[in-house]
C-alpha cells in the first residue's frame, strides 16, 4: 500500500490539518528558550495523543504546525490538547509569561485540511461516478 495513507482495522486514510494559533495580543513572546521548550513541549504532546507532527515553525508572535492524525481526532481537540497542555507548563516554567499577558493563546485558531488530492479533482470524480 501507498505510504501516503494510514490503515486502521476500519478504514484507509490521509488526515492532515495546517494549524496556526497566537499568543494573547499577538504578543511575541515565543523566541529563545521559550520557543525551544515549546518545540520540545509540542512534540511530546503530539506523541501521547497520537498524532503526527509533519512540519512545524514556531514564530516569534504564532506557531505554524502541519499534522497528520487518524479518523477520531478532530481539529479543534487536537488544537485544545497541544495549547492547553503548552501553556499550563511554559506558564510555570517561565514566570514572565504570567507577567506579561494574562493567558498565553489566544482562543482561536486557523485550521485547513490539507489533503494529496484537490478538491476540483474530488468534485469532478464525484460527478463522473453518474456516467459510468
Known amino acids: 500500500m501507498n505510504s501516503r495513507w494510514t490503515t486502521s482495522g476500519k478504514a484507509v ?3 492532515g490539518y495546517h494549524l496556526i494559533w497566537c499568543p494573547k495580543y499577538r504578543r511575541k513572546v515565543l523566541v529563545e528558550k521559550v520557543e525551544k521548550r515549546l518545540k520540545e513541549l509540542l512534540i511530546q504532546k503530539s506523541k501521547e495523543i497520537n498524532i503526527r507532527i509533519e512540519k512545524m515553525e514556531v514564530m516569534p508572535d504564532h506557531v505554524h ?3 497528520k492524525c487518524d479518523t477520531t481526532s478532530s481539529p479543534h481537540w487536537i488544537v ?3 495549547k492547553g497542555y503548552t501553556s499550563f507548563i511554559l506558564r510555570k ?5 504570567k507577567s506579561r ?3 498565553l493563546w489566544t482562543r482561536s485558531y486557523y485550521c485547513e485540511s490539507i489533503g494529496h488530492i484537490s478538491e476540483k479533482t474530488i468534485k469532478k470524480y464525484i460527478d463522473d461516478q453518474k456516467n459510468k
Open 101 to 103: 499577558i494574562p493567558t
Open 13 to 15: 486514510f490521509n488526515i
Open 80 to 82: 485544545q490538547q497541544l
Open 65 to 67: 504546525l502541519f499534522v
Open 93 to 97: 516554567e517561565f514566570k514572565e509569561l
